[in-house]
């Protein structure tokens, strides 16, 4: 069976592939929606999302759905497309061609592809989803704005220099269309006997003078107008991307973002070079169209007729062109995030040895890249061909039928060769305008990118009270928290409390809520149902800011920064000599800090990849105790320590006062804290000291002696 082609739809995170097969069949029966409007209406956090999660989406927007398992392959061919398929057991694609051996699928993370019969049964998992508007169906508009408003509202603060820069090129193309005409008084006045070599000679030098004063200016303004947007909305798409959740970054990949920012200079060059001179490209037209009815009515019918064969070959190539350069952006994304994760994990890489392992698929998306890199480059390869073909001889055409007109003595023959110029203009601007259309499309896919993250809403970080100094109590009641509203709880129903000055421990075996936990205590996730209340204060009413400088922080994976080593421990906070020698003398880095050469002027590398992971650890130590913060919060904070060093720093932290909260796997860690909590299903199961725990006999004890 065959059907149109579905739409696109580019996944925006790794778990949103139903949601963008969901799009595509949405955009095929005519919808305006966007994967915000998809996500705000159902949410599955890290999770992703069931068939049954997409066959409710699509509910709620009256279609009627139902989900089969299809053992036989060739049974495809029968179902009406297009349909939602599962895929590798792990992902989602849409069908919407099946043709003699082959089956047509868009894949959200690779674009369109197709694949023979046995190919595709590889990949199948066997289920597949379809779905009908029935009688009760409308096409919805989003609910968000477009990203062009942001595009133009960064431009409308330029509108001086952009108003300057249209007129320039308008100047520039003026004196363009001078030259043909020019050209045309001069041999007429040549066949007359009437040219003068000075007149004409200053005339042309005139036109150079100005010609090159206007370009210049026309360049200047996009320059300065290219600086100005880059400064405005790059500034602003970084300062927004800070401020979005925790959880928008643990969806995405760090090279797909990273790509997405990038992608803004390709916008701004794309933009202002191409799509602003598109718009001075159509008025010059219409000049030229005008000068050349009023030279000759029959050769204008020639050029408007040559120039719309020239239109449909660029309209029929419209398609294509837009599919292989946005397959292509796929894959550089794909690849892109690929190498990110390779140099960020290059330790690890290197302890394993696998290097060729992480080459070989390193390879695969490279041939991929490099596919799509042929078949674009053919596309243009062939489009360019045929448009140069074109401009070369179309004019000559004219020029033929311009000379007859001359024999016939209907024209003369310097306006013959005014208009042949102008039709090269006119041929010349004709694909320029379409180029610039493409380039429209491609920069308008680059902004697409970057718009999710520019539609993403922002902590409010600033809300609550601007200044707190807490003493360190912590209450925690009837907390609840599930990753989205559609997805289990991972903590349920908890409460606790923590006096001020207490060590308490957290245990647990993995995925028992221990770090979704102290994530929400850092205010990383926001609560559903229940308090958390610091002094009594709710965590919600506490500016964020202040929040953070009230702790202490040491997480598993402690991030440096690429500065100096004073830097990543004060964070550009003022504070005193003596109190930095102090807590990097007791978390025993001082020592090792001062026998370096540039000794706290050291600069440590990207993730801190030039210093080991105990002084690694030390540094991010001494950081979160720099302020004296009246909590602390230690997750696996003393891993990469020797038993001697870890007990000194623990010391030293127990003379402060502050509350401390600790997650360990290292018995000795938590021994000692006056409450350890159990955490089991992100519940508390137990708590109480060692002593007490063990005599329970319990879940604290199971875990304790299969450790010991």
């Known amino acids: 069976m065959m059907t149109r082609k579905v739409p696109n739809i580019e996944q925006m995170s790794q778990i949103e592939c139903g949601l963008c097969c969901c799009l595509s069949i949405l955009h095929f029966y005519k919808s305006k929606e966007t994967l915000l409007d998809l996500r705000r209406d159902i949410e599955k956090g890290r ?16 279609f009627d759905t139902g989900s089969y398992q299809v053992k ?99 100047i520039s193309y003026l004196i363009i269309l001078s030259v043909p005409v020019m050209t045309s008084k001069f041999i007429n ?29 026309r360049s200047m303004g996009i320059l300065f107008s290219n600086i100005f947007f880059s400064r405005d909305i790059e500034s602003f798409t970084f300062k927004h991307l800070l401020k979005l959740p925790y959880s928008f970054f643990e969806l995405r990949a760090k090279g797909d973002i990273l790509y997405r920012i990038s992608s803004l200079s390709g916008f701004r060059e794309l933009f202002t070079n191409q799509v602003v001179g598109g718009v001075v490209d159509i008025g010059t037209i219409l000049s030229v169209v005008i000068y050349m009815f009023l030279s000759s009515k029959t050769l204008s019918i020639i050029a408007l007729i040559l120039s719309l064969i020239n239109f449909l070959f660029l309209f029929s190539t419209r398609k294509i062109m837009y599919d292989t350069v946005n397959r292509e952006l796929q894959e550089q994304s794909l690849i892109y995030s690929v190498e990110t994760e390779a140099l960020n994990t290059i330790s690890s890489i290197k302890i394993s040895g696998l290097e060729d392992e992480i080459y070989e698929n390193w390879s695969k998306y490279l041939k991929n890249v490099l596919t799509k890199y042929k078949k674009r480059s053919i596309v243009h390869i062939l489009y360019n061909s045929a448009t140069n073909v074109f401009q070369l001889f179309a004019p000559i055409i004219i020029l033929i039928f311009g000379l007859d007109n001359v024999l016939n003595g209907k024209i003369l023959l310097g306006e013959v060769v005014a208009f042949q110029t102008m039709a090269s203009i006119l041929f010349s601007l004709e694909i320029s305008i379409f180029n610039a259309y493409t380039q429209y499309i491609l920069a308008a896919g680059y902004l697409n990118r970057v718009n999710d993250i520019w539609l993403e809403n922002e902590e409010n970080v600033e809300n609550g009270l601007k200044k707190c100094s807490l003493e360190g109590r912590i209450d925690i009641k009837d907390l609840s928290f599930s990753y989205s509203k559609d997805s289990a709880p991972v903590i349920e129903n908890l409460n606790l409390t923590i006096e001020s000055g207490q060590r308490i421990a957290l245990v647990g075996q993995s995925g028992s809520g221990k770090s979704t936990l102290l994530k929400i205590l850092l205010g990383l996730y926001k609560i559903d149902t229940g308090k958390v209340l610091f002094d009594g204060i709710n965590i919600n009413q506490i500016d964020k800011k202040i929040l953070s400088q009230n702790l202490g922080v040491v997480p598993q994976d402690s991030f440096l920064l690429n500065r100096s080593i004073l830097d990543n421990i004060t964070l550009k906070h003022e504070v005193t000599s003596q109190k930095i020698e102090e807590v990097c003398k007791a978390v025993q880095i001082y020592d090792e800090i001062m026998a370096m050469p540039m000794k706290f002027n050291t600069i440590i590398s990207e993730m801190g990849s030039n210093i080991s992971g105990g002084q690694r650890q030390r540094i991010a130590l001494a950081r979160a105790l720099i302020n004296n913060p009246s909590i602390v919060i230690l997750d696996e904070a003393t891993s990469a320590l020797d038993t001697i060093n870890e007990e000194r720093i623990t010391k030293y932290i127990k003379s402060q ?52």
């Open 47 to 62: 999770d992703g999302y069931s068939i049954g999660d997409l066959k409710q989406l699509l509910n709620k927007r009256n």
């Open 72 to 170: 036989d392959v060739n049974k495809i061919s029968e179902l009406p497309l297009p349909l939602i398929a599962f895929w590798d057991n792990q992902h989602y694609v849409v069908i919407y061609k099946v043709k003699k051996n082959k089956v047509y699928i868009m894949d959200p993370s690779k674009g369109y592809i197709n694949y023979e019969f046995k190919e595709f049964s590889k990949h199948f998992s066997n289920i597949v989803l379809l779905s009908f508007p029935n009688e009760n169906y409308q096409s919805l508009k989003s609910q968000f704005p477009s990203p062009w408003i942001r595009v133009f509202s960064s431009f409308s603060k330029v509108k001086g220099r952009l108003i300057l820069t249209l007129l320039f090129s308008i």
């Open 189 to 217: 006045s040549a066949l007359g006997n009437t040219f003068s070599f000075q007149t004409s000679f200053l005339i042309l030098f005139s036109l150079l003078c100005l010609y090159l004063i206007s370009i210049l200016v």
């Open 657 to 708: 006062g502050c509350t401390k909260i600790i997650v360990s796997h290292r018995l000795s860690t938590i021994k000692d804290a006056d409450i350890i909590f159990v955490m089991k299903g992100g519940k508390i199961v137990e708590s109480g000291n060692h002593k007490y725990l063990m005599a329970l006999g319990g879940e604290y004890y199971s875990l304790y002696t299969k450790r010991k």
